[in-house]
């Protein structure tokens, strides 16, 4: 076996990288990632520098991982700067810290990359890889974020410190329409929702849904404004640009979903998803004028269409939004994995994190209280209806 740190993606054959990738995961697939590293949006500038890791057998691709030599907190979604405080409060550095992850992007998928069947073998020796790197670089931690359910239950059975968080996702039921969907609301909520959409109607807004092929160049410019507009305006940092869009529509042109909204000749607000084999991933959204709840109409309702109609399984519209919970996304469990090199922080944020689990699980038991599902309706993967109705059922303490 060898193993290689990368520089750069474009090092790596993306044919070989793509045979590793399961669910035709946009955001892991070679085109993507290295899409970023093509136009700016990750590098010095923006603290996230490329070493990407490759675990060759006689030269062929069986394992990689996604990695990135940090040196700030920004585009995680897994919130660390109190750890960083606490370590400059302590007169050592934080940074750099190395983090497995998709820049700017709080959506699960593999880290550990591996041919399939070899998982035993390459899971240990990606971890090791990646371990030794934190040492060799003098970083402070590791950081393994959104992974998939067993590579995260391989990295808890080597004691890395585990965090836990929610996230609202839409679980598909077999829908034949929206009006399917709709029909398994409580009234209320059914009804709130269709007053929504009938407010972006009668507002004379049209929405057009687009992929990589019907994208013309003046749709991606003016999304690109959306999106720089939307993170000047909150004081926040447009990572991302035109040319990375335009590239990853072209490459993916399948897998992007641009939702664009019009009202009186001029293109007013749009909202950008991506998709897998079996999952709608939205990410980014931003407007020029306000209307009412054309931000649901954009972000949740067009993507829900889309998922009933190409048949996929779940949405996940991205991080945090309680808002969510009355539109039919439902409370969802987050992982991540962390390794610290410090003996000193290790037991403390342990302790800490291991709290902030419970913290989360107190907080999801509440959420399910305000699902909008008629009892019964709502069956997901590895529970059955009663089980979801007990859910609902039982009273606690807010998280």
């Known amino acids: 076996m060898q193993i290689e740190v990368l520089a750069s993606l474009d090092q790596v054959d993306a044919r070989q990288w793509n045979a590793l990738v399961q669910d035709n995961n946009p955001f892991v697939r070679h085109e993507f990632l290295a899409a970023l590293e093509h136009h700016g949006c990750v590098g010095e500038a923006f603290g996230w520098l490329p070493r990407h890791l490759l675990v ?12 990135y030599e940090k040196y700030n907190t920004y585009g995680e979604f897994v919130f660390d700067h ?56 003098e970083a402070s931690s590791f950081h393994c974020l959104f992974p998939l359910a067993q590579e995260q239950d391989f990295m808890e059975q080597q004691h890395l410190i585990v965090r836990h968080d929610c996230q609202f996702h839409w679980p598909n039921q077999g829908y034949a329409c929206f009006e399917d969907f709709l029909a398994q609301l409580v009234a209320k909520k059914r009804k709130n929702i269709r007053q929504e959409r009938r407010k972006v109607q009668d507002a004379g807004v049209q929405v057009r849904c687009l992929n990589g092929y019907t994208a013309t160049a003046a749709d991606w410019e003016r999304f690109a404004f959306f999106y720089r507009h939307t993170f000047e305006s909150k004081w926040g940092f447009p990572t991302l640009n035109e040319g990375f869009f335009r590239e990853v529509a ?16 001029e293109c007013i607000a749009g909202a950008l998803m991506f998709s897998s084999a079996t999952r709608l991933y939205g990410r980014h959204w931003g407007c ?43 409370p969802t469990l987050t992982r991540s994995s962390h390794w610290l090199a410090a003996d000193v922080f290790r037991e403390p944020i342990r302790q800490y994190s291991r709290r902030e689990c419970h913290g989360v699980a107190e907080y999801m038991q509440s959420a399910w209280q305000h699902l909008p599902y008629q009892d019964g309706s709502l069956t997901l993967p590895g529970h059955t209806g009663a089980e979801m109705k007990g859910k609902k059922s039982q009273t606690t303490g807010s998280g």
């Not at 880290?111 to 073998?121: A, F, H, N, W, Y």
């Not at 306000?290 to 649901?296: C, I």
């Open 56 to 67: 060759r057998d006689q030269g062929h691709l069986v394992g990689a991982m996604p990695l």
């Open 288 to 330: 020029t004028a306000y209307f009412d709840s054309l931000h649901f109409e954009a972000c949740y309702y067009q993507g829900i269409e889309h998922c009933i109609r190409q048949g996929l399984q779940v949405f996940e519209p991205g991080a945090q939004g309680e808002h969510k919970l009355a539109r039919g996304f439902v």
């Open 250 to 265: 072209e490459k993916l042109p399948e897998q992007v979903l641009l939702v664009m909204a019009d009202q009186g000749g």
């Open 82 to 137: 109190a750890w960083a405080d606490a370590y400059k409060r302590h007169g050592l550095d934080y940074f750099p810290k190395l983090v497995s992850a998709i820049p700017y992007t709080p959506a699960g998928g593999q880290r550990l990359l591996v041919q399939p069947g070899r998982e035993q073998t390459i899971y240990p020796l990606l971890l090791g890889a990646a371990l030794q790197l934190t040492q060799e670089l």
